[in-house]
């Protein structure tokens, strides 16, 4: 005979309102997933096969600060983009830094500088596209008239990896460049269309935005979106998006109200209209997030699924259709996993922050920065 508590583990999971969410073809995570009271790993354990390597580590001849990882590969090689700064973020001498890796990601080159700041402005990583002849990467840049805080997006673009055109601004559909600071992960359908979102001016107000040009370098239009104003910025901040088994497309985005939960909204034509975007039960550290889909069409969340400030462990949720997050995995721990902080800044939180991430080579990269200062990235064999 089950127990009294397994009865009601049970009622809980089948018979709770969620199921007016998993109807509606929203993400939910099943109570039981994760344990948040187990503050180093939530209860849970790293797959096999987990390495995590360094890409770079600040010493007293570098900049401290680092964040804003992004990754991406062209003709063979991994190119690795983060925002740095001396010591606080977004410094008025904040730039783009670059590193490679030619050995699916075991080792790094030096890192380089991409894009550097100006007198009148300071910019942070916006991401690649990558395409079979071209490496677009995109800057995002910050001048310091503009109030309240916001920016503009630029590319660059490069045959090989070496030479880079000079910055150039992306442009939205009417011909004007784009009033706003691209989120790092824009995302390719299979018909060519890349769906991704922007913040754009006055403030930070996002919104998802689409475009047929597979560079991502023009042609920008944004969708129909109804966000949550508060006035400087949205209550929707640094989505990220998924592909649910119909097509459903998925944005997740952190919450400015300090819900300490996912927010989530629906796109069911290629990106072009969106639902209202409404609080899941999804737990989130009110940071920056990853998501995403395996070749076989699993759909994950990687982020720090806390229900508070705390960055740590950071950890990947998974679903078969994209709606039931039923499992997940441990990517990096608290404890003896989390390394001291080095050096001390603004803003330099400790754990694990604003991870993106990518499948190569059947394997799962999750770059990432901890405690503000070391890039670092965590491959997970997909098998």
Same mark, same amino acid.
């Given at each position: 005979m089950k127990s009294i508590a397994t009865i009601t583990a049970f009622l809980v999971i089948f018979f709770s309102p969620l199921k007016a969410e998993e109807r509606d073809g929203l993400p939910y995570l099943l109570t039981d997933v994760i344990d948040t009271t187990n503050v180093k790993t939530l209860g849970l354990t790293m797959a096999a096969e987990t390495k995590t390597i360094t890409i770079f580590c600040p010493s007293d001849t570098?900049?401290?600060? %680092?964040?804003?990882?992004?990754?991406? %590969?062209? &003709? +063979?090689?991994?190119? !690795?983009?983060?925002?740095?700064?001396?010591?606080?973020?977004?410094?008025p001498e904040t730039c783009v830094m670059m590193s490679k890796s030619v050995d699916v990601g075991m080792s790094w080159t030096r890192p380089e500088l991409l894009a550097s700041a100006t007198d009148s402005?300071? !910019?942070?990583?916006?991401g690649w596209i990558s395409t079979e002849e071209t490496l677009t990467a995109f800057i995002n840049v910050w001048p310091k008239h503009i109030q309240p805080v916001g920016g503009y997006t630029y590319y660059m673009i490069s045959k090989d990896g070496e030479a880079w055109s000079d910055p150039e601004p992306v442009m939205m559909a009417d011909g004007q460049p784009m009033a706003g600071v691209i989120e790092q992960d824009p995302y390719p359908l299979?018909?060519?269309?890349?769906? +991704?979102?922007?913040h754009f001016q006055l403030g930070l107000h996002v919104n998802p935005i689409f475009t047929d040009d597979p560079t991502g370098r023009s042609g920008w239009q944004k969708a129909e979106f109804n966000g949550h104003d508060k006035g400087k910025q949205s209550q929707e901040l640094e989505p990220s998006l998924y592909q649910q088994q119909d097509g459903t497309l998925v944005m997740m985005f952190r919450d400015q109200n300090s819900s300490y939960l996912k927010m989530a909204s629906l796109s069911h034509d290629g990106g072009k209209t969106w639902t209202e975007p409404i609080?899941?039960?999804? /737990?989130?550290?009110?940071? &920056?997030?990853?998501? +995403?889909?395996?070749?076989?069409?699993?759909a994950y969340l990687v982020g720090c699924p806390t229900g508070s400030k705390r960055r740590y462990p950071l950890v990947a949720l998974i679903s078969d259709d994209g709606i039931r997050f039923d499992n997940a995995i441990l990517l990096r %721990?608290?404890?003896?996993?989390?390394? @001291?902080?080095?050096? @001390?800044?603004? %803003?330099?939180?400790?754990?694990?922050?604003? /991870? &993106?991430?990518?499948?190569?080579?059947?394997?799962?990269?999750?770059?990432?920065?901890?405690?503000?200062e070391e890039v670092e990235c965590t491959i997970i064999s997909i098998k």
């Amino acid at each position: 005979m089950k127990s009294i508590a397994t009865i009601t583990a049970f009622l809980v999971i089948f018979f709770s309102p969620l199921k007016a969410e998993e109807r509606d073809g929203l993400p939910y995570l099943l109570t039981d997933v994760i344990d948040t009271t187990n503050v180093k790993t939530l209860g849970l354990t790293m797959a096999a096969e987990t390495k995590t390597i360094t890409i770079f580590c600040p010493s007293d001849t570098t900049h401290h600060y %680092a964040n804003g990882v992004v990754m991406t %590969a062209f &003709k +063979g090689t991994l190119y !690795c983009m983060w925002q740095s700064s001396l010591t606080d973020e977004d410094a008025p001498e904040t730039c783009v830094m670059m590193s490679k890796s030619v050995d699916v990601g075991m080792s790094w080159t030096r890192p380089e500088l991409l894009a550097s700041a100006t007198d009148s402005s300071y !910019c942070t990583s916006g991401g690649w596209i990558s395409t079979e002849e071209t490496l677009t990467a995109f800057i995002n840049v910050w001048p310091k008239h503009i109030q309240p805080v916001g920016g503009y997006t630029y590319y660059m673009i490069s045959k090989d990896g070496e030479a880079w055109s000079d910055p150039e601004p992306v442009m939205m559909a009417d011909g004007q460049p784009m009033a706003g600071v691209i989120e790092q992960d824009p995302y390719p359908l299979p018909n060519g269309r890349v769906v +991704g979102a922007a913040h754009f001016q006055l403030g930070l107000h996002v919104n998802p935005i689409f475009t047929d040009d597979p560079t991502g370098r023009s042609g920008w239009q944004k969708a129909e979106f109804n966000g949550h104003d508060k006035g400087k910025q949205s209550q929707e901040l640094e989505p990220s998006l998924y592909q649910q088994q119909d097509g459903t497309l998925v944005m997740m985005f952190r919450d400015q109200n300090s819900s300490y939960l996912k927010m989530a909204s629906l796109s069911h034509d290629g990106g072009k209209t969106w639902t209202e975007p409404i609080v899941t039960n999804i /737990p989130d550290a009110r940071m &920056k997030q990853s998501a +995403g889909n395996l070749p076989d069409g699993t759909a994950y969340l990687v982020g720090c699924p806390t229900g508070s400030k705390r960055r740590y462990p950071l950890v990947a949720l998974i679903s078969d259709d994209g709606i039931r997050f039923d499992n997940a995995i441990l990517l990096r %721990a608290g404890g003896s996993d989390l390394q @001291p902080q080095r050096y @001390p800044g603004k %803003a330099k939180t400790i754990g694990y922050s604003y /991870p &993106k991430s990518m499948v190569y080579n059947d394997k799962l990269y999750v770059c990432y920065s901890t405690n503000k200062e070391e890039v670092e990235c965590t491959i997970i064999s997909i098998k």
